[in-house]
């Protein structure tokens, strides 16, 4: 147990022995972004993401009437914004309610047999061949070839402090292009402001890597996402990776 503590401090929070600490990482992507529907999210689903205002998340379903059975991993914030681990076990186009409802999402993983369908997440809502029809509901989504998430929205939990240690970004197309991923936060209860934005170009730099050694804190509740706001070309695909370090205030308390 000696050597544990010998560690650096971030390997002994992915062990999982400081307590009330934890890494949470972030995948993101989006496939197909064009010059006419910027800004996007960087997510598989596409768009802007619509943020609940209440923990109405409640629902999800597919749009394959073959995926029935399959265990899908919920990862969220419920109505108090604490952190949820959930599952859902998919019926084809059938609703199927979330046991505990969330104010936001954060990852969603098919724990199952492969999918043949895309999975959705979402405020219940009328859905046409298991796809809710009004889109602006959707706050979770799976491609099927993919079998998890890929999003770039994050939320601090209740009674955490956040601390961003390492980010990518990168152009996913082999076409000439450029584009750029903008970073924003919001406070509880503000509104969204532009924090940083990254320069993609595929003659110059097509992906951009930073390892942070200060740290910024981000007070619980704080919402956060990278888009993208502006590419040259169409069907542009974006992908990223970004770490966050969760410190409960516990912990924090404790060593003052």
């Known amino acids: 147990m000696d050597e ?6 971030l390997l002994r929070v992915s062990l999982g022995v400081v307590p009330g600490c934890s890494i949470f990482t972030q995948k993101m992507g989006n496939d197909d972004i064009d010059m006419a529907t910027v800004p996007e999210d960087l997510w598989k689903f596409g768009g802007e993401l619509v943020y609940s205002l209440t923990a109405d998340i409640n629902t999800i379903s597919s749009d394959s009437e073959l995926d029935v059975g399959n ?4 990862q969220g914030l419920d109505s108090s914004w604490n952190f949820v681990s959930q599952i859902a076990v998919s ?10 409802p969330l104010i936001r999402s954060l990852y969603e993983r098919n724990l199952g047999s492969a999918l043949t369908g895309n999975i959705y997440e979402y405020v219940d809502t009328d859905i046409n ?5 009004d889109s602006t509901k959707v706050r979770g989504y799976i491609k099927m ?19 961003l240690v390492y980010a990518n970004e990168g152009l996913d197309n082999f076409q000439t292009t450029s584009a750029t991923a903008i970073w924003c936060s919001r406070l509880f209860g503000g509104d969204f402001v532009n924090q940083n934005k990254i320069a993609l170009n595929t003659d110059a730099t097509s ?9 910024e804190p981000i007070p619980e509740k704080t919402d956060i996402v990278v888009k993208c ?3 040259s070309a169409n069907n542009v695909g974006i992908s990223g990776t970004f770490s966050v370090l969760q410190i409960g205030k516990d912990w924090i308390q404790h060593y003052r």
Do not use: C, Q
Not at 71 to 74: G, V, Y
Not at 207 to 215: A, C, I, M, Q, W
């Open 129 to 133: 061949l298991g796809i809710p029809i």
């Open 145 to 163: 070839t993919d079998n998890r998430s890929f999003r770039s929205h994050y939320s601090v939990p209740a009674n955490h402090v956040g601390y």
């Open 207 to 215: 992906f951009v890597e930073r390892v942070f050694s200060t740290y």
């Open 229 to 231: 706001d502006y590419t």
């Open 91 to 100: 019926n084809g186009m059938n609703k199927v309610s979330l046991e505990t």
């Open 71 to 74: 265990n899908i991993l919920i």
């Open 4 to 9: 544990i503590f010998k560690t650096p401090f």
